[in-house]
């Protein structure tokens, strides 16, 4: 399957503990998107990445999350001392930055429930 | 700014009932548009796309075609089906603002037998 793989699936993590998503962007894809998705909400855009720069990360929040997408292996999404309130899931989405408007292709998301 | 506007939801059909979902847009330059759609459960799937004015774009029995005079980029389809429940997201990308793309918020359809 060449398509975004997103890992894991399901998290679950405990209030004050660290969450670390992962996303590999198709095969030929240097540009990788995340998004949060609230229950019964639409998609809130948080940053957009190419290898080893930050473009866009408007959608961040301020405090206690980060993203990074080095120049070997997937991009990392990194939520610290996590609270109720980042319960989502989270989509990550590839394209190849050729400047073509090719669509975006997204994972299948990881469900984050904090305890 | 870029920005995409969805009629809102949620939508209730019956079976073999006629589907339109309206967008508009906001672009600086001259963006491509997209139809995703999501099922319970996993991520977003494009549909269907178009990339210039007057372009139609089509799929699996659905239809949207980019209207520059109108900026809009509605998805019609005339048969819904049980099986197309799910939540539709329109959304743009536009090159003079880089590699960005801007979503909807997203309309869920309802099909009842």
């Known amino acids: 399957n060449a398509g975004v793989m997103q890992n894991p699936r399901h998290l679950v993590r405990r209030r004050g503990q660290e969450a670390r998503l992962r996303c590999s962007p198709m095969?030929?894809?240097?540009?990788v998107y995340w998004y949060r998705q609230l229950p019964e909400e639409g998609l809130k855009f948080m940053v957009y990445l190419q290898k080893e720069n930050i473009i866009d990360e408007s959608g961040m929040p301020k405090e206690r999350f980060s993203a990074e997408f080095p120049k070997e292996g997937p991009s990392i999404l990194r939520i610290q001392q996590v609270v109720r309130g980042d319960s989502a899931a989270y989509f990550c989405a590839s394209s190849p930055g050729d400047y073509s408007n090719q669509p975006q292709h997204f994972g299948d998301g990881t469900r984050l429930s904090i305890l | 700014g870029d920005s995409v506007t969805q009629m809102e939801g949620p939508v209730t059909l019956s079976e073999e009932a006629f589907l339109t979902i309206n967008c508009t847009y906001t672009a600086t330059g001259y963006p491509s548009l997209f139809w995703y759609v999501q099922y319970p459960g996993e991520g977003l799937q494009l549909l269907l796309k178009a990339t210039k004015a007057d372009d139609k774009g089509s799929n699996k029995g659905f239809e949207a075609t980019y209207r520059k005079e109108t900026t809009s980029f509605h998805l019609e389809k005339g048969s819904v089906q049980v099986s197309d429940s799910a939540v539709y997201f329109c959304?743009?990308?536009?090159?003079?603002?880089?590699?960005?793309?801007?979503f909807g918020t997203g309309t869920s359809l309802t099909v009842i037998p």
């Open positions: 959304a743009l990308s536009d090159l003079s603002t880089g590699n960005q793309f801007y």
């Open positions: 095969k030929g894809h240097s540009h």
